[in-house]
């Protein structure tokens, strides 16, 4: 009896890993070209995350809302980047900074790069929607 409920708890928990690893790599998944550790869930919103070198931490850069996807792919160049910054200019709130309309809390470095943010709703994580070069 023993061995038969600890082979019912590997099988659902084996269960459990295959539902969470559908959220990438599979062509009906939010991140398709994921790789399943890019994919963490927050606050129970699958998102496909980056590694901030300067913090050796995941940062999560698109999330499957319930809204859409929000963020942007890590795998675009050119249409989510803005114009390089003047030296010395503020990144956010003047007419010359590299996000103009951008509130100082919307702004995230992420590996030596200013992005502007947006909050994903139903977590308190943040994702670029834009960087600057």
Same mark, same amino acid.
């Given at each position: ?14 269960? $459990? ?5 559908? =959220? ?7 991140? &398709?070209? *994921? %790789?399943?550790?890019? +994919? ?27 809204? $859409? ?5 890590? =795998? ?7 114009? &390089?910054? *003047? %030296?010395?200019?503020? +990144? ?42």
């Amino acid at each position: 009896m023993k061995t038969a409920a600890i082979i019912a708890g590997v099988g659902l928990m084996m269960l $459990g890993t295959v539902a969470q690893a559908q =959220t990438s790599g599979t062509p009906g998944s939010p991140f &398709p070209n *994921a %790789a399943p550790h890019e +994919v963490q869930m927050i606050n129970g919103v699958p998102c496909r995350t980056i590694l901030d070198r300067e913090s050796n931490t995941r940062v999560p850069v698109q999330c499957a809302s319930q809204a $859409g996807m929000i963020g942007m792919d890590p =795998t675009t160049t050119g249409s989510v980047l803005v114009a &390089p910054r *003047a %030296a010395g200019a503020p +990144v956010s709130g003047t007419p010359a900074s590299a996000f103009p309309t951008a509130a100082p809390h919307e702004i995230r470095v992420i590996n030596g790069v200013p992005c502007r943010t947006v909050l994903v709703q139903g977590t308190d994580q943040r994702v670029p929607v834009e960087c600057a070069r």
